[in-house]
């Protein structure tokens, strides 16, 4: 941990003071409150009739509130949309091609969840052998691999950034609202003309409307402190309005068992809340980024930026396999109804475990992060768009389903299949890198 921070304090350092400090850190809180969010909300507890798996979204709706707040993914959206924007612009400058910027984009963004995929096809070919029940497989693997959902739909979105980015110099605001408009067409065809399978179309059009704002926030488009509170206020006032009266549930996240989320497919509020949350860290950023002028909390921001990939993917794993020693010894931590105050003193305890379960995943799979590749030959462009699309869309089914499969071997491997195919096609494979030393 010290090499660590020592590495994190000299890169600290060497930055520029013109960067915009304040887009790491806002891309780091995202996660830690989606993390947080997640280890809050699963509510597994034993009594007298045995193992339930409970959702405190469920048990109790007034908790729906709480999503407003830890609903965050619009942040790292169009923090994304900020550094494609940054390192795009460099690529071009320095004449680099659309591919070797893509590869490298998706190698830094694909390979930690490689080798959590390796992991979780293990952890259930094992215990699919070991006479485990396959529903037990599937619900622990699916908890824990649902968080990858967003990666699905932002690799498609890296790989249409350079020309998401050319529109976005040609016509500026208006590829948002077009983006905007597409969204108001995909949620009419989901509500209203009950063409549910065209509504989810809105994964592209939402989350790059989203992905756009990063663009404008990169050129200062909104820079002053009444167009950020516009911005709020716009965001605030619609997303409010729209689950008042119009088709969209409460919680920005989804619950379990309800018929209609906020988020499978995306729906307007959550462009609203990306509207308001845009509006917020425009108007932070200055603080922010005066306040991390100061280099330890520079370098704080730094090193945990480092991480944060590793922490995000592997906090559910963790979550899933400490609520299973639980169980198996006699489910110690469990007993609590979910939402009684009781519970809500043991999910402190909860927290802590989670953070301590998780520093030793962190230490052995940082390095996968980090890693560097020895191998510089770039796939053909055609290789990395069917391997980025395969890829995707093997995530997206074990994030919705998990990995356990009705078949000899126990896995989902029409899934796995398409993962591990395109991962070898867009070259996201462990024999084409050196994995640093970070110890």
């Known amino acids: 941990m010290i090499n660590l921070w020592r590495r994190a304090a000299v890169l600290a350092a060497k930055t520029p003071d013109s960067r915009n400090r304040s887009a790491d850190l806002f891309r780091a809180l995202s996660i830690l409150v989606v993390i947080f969010g997640h280890w809050l909300m699963a509510a597994p507890y034993i009594d007298a009739t045995g193992l339930h798996i409970d959702h405190i979204l ?41 591919g070797e910027w893509l590869s490298t984009r998706l190698r830094r963004l694909l390979y930690p969840v490689f080798v959590l995929i390796v992991f979780w096809t293990l952890i259930a070919a094992i215990a699919h052998q070991a006479g485990v029940a396959a529903e037990i497989i599937k619900v622990g693997s699916q908890i824990a691999l649902v968080p990858t959902w967003f990666l699905a739909i932002y690799a498609v979105i890296v790989v249409l950034a350079p020309l998401a980015r050319m529109v976005w110099l040609r016509w500026g605001m208006l590829t948002i609202a077009t983006l905007a408009l597409l969204s108001i067409g995909g949620d009419l065809l989901y509500f209203y003309f009950d063409l549910k399978l065209l509504g989810w ?73 990306a509207a308001c949350q845009f509006g917020f860290v425009l108007t932070a950023q200055g603080i922010l980024n005066r306040a991390l002028q100061n280099l330890r909390l520079w370098a704080a921001t730094v090193l945990l930026n480092g991480m944060i990939m590793t922490i995000f993917l592997w906090h559910s794993t963790v979550m899933i396999l400490l609520f299973g020693v639980a169980v198996l010894a006699g489910g110690v931590g469990l007993q609590a109804e979910p939402v009684s105050s009781a519970w809500w003193s043991a999910r402190a305890v909860w927290m802590l475990v989670f953070m301590i379960g998780l520093v030793p995943f962190v230490a052995a799979f940082l390095r996968f992060e980090s890693a560097t590749f020895t191998n510089n030959k770039t796939p053909g462009v055609w290789r990395l768009l069917m391997g980025t699309g395969l890829m995707a869309g093997g995530l997206a089914l074990t994030a919705y389903g998990g990995i356990a499969g009705n078949n000899l071997v126990g896995l989902q491997l029409n899934a796995l299949a398409l993962f591990f195919v395109g991962a070898f096609g867009a070259g996201i494979v462990p024999y084409f890198n050196r994995v640093k030393n970070l110890a």
């Not at 709020?232 to 068992?257: E, Q, R």
């Open 201 to 273: 179309a809105n994964y592209l059009f939402v989350w790059l409307a989203v992905h756009q704002l990063g663009y404008a926030w990169l050129d200062g488009r909104f820079a002053s402190t009444g167009a950020s509170i516009t911005w709020c206020l716009i965001g605030a006032v619609s997303l409010i309005a729209m689950v008042k009266y119009g088709p969209w549930p409460l919680s920005l996240v989804g619950v379990p068992g309800a018929e209609v989320t906020n988020t499978t497919p995306p729906h307007l509020p959550l462009l609203a809340l």
């Open 58 to 98: 469920v048990r109790a709706p007034w908790t729906q509130w709480l999503t407003w707040g830890l609903q965050v993914m619009p942040v790292f959206f169009f923090v994304g949309g900020f550094s494609n924007g940054i390192t795009w612009d460099a690529a071009t400058r320095d004449g680099r091609t659309y």
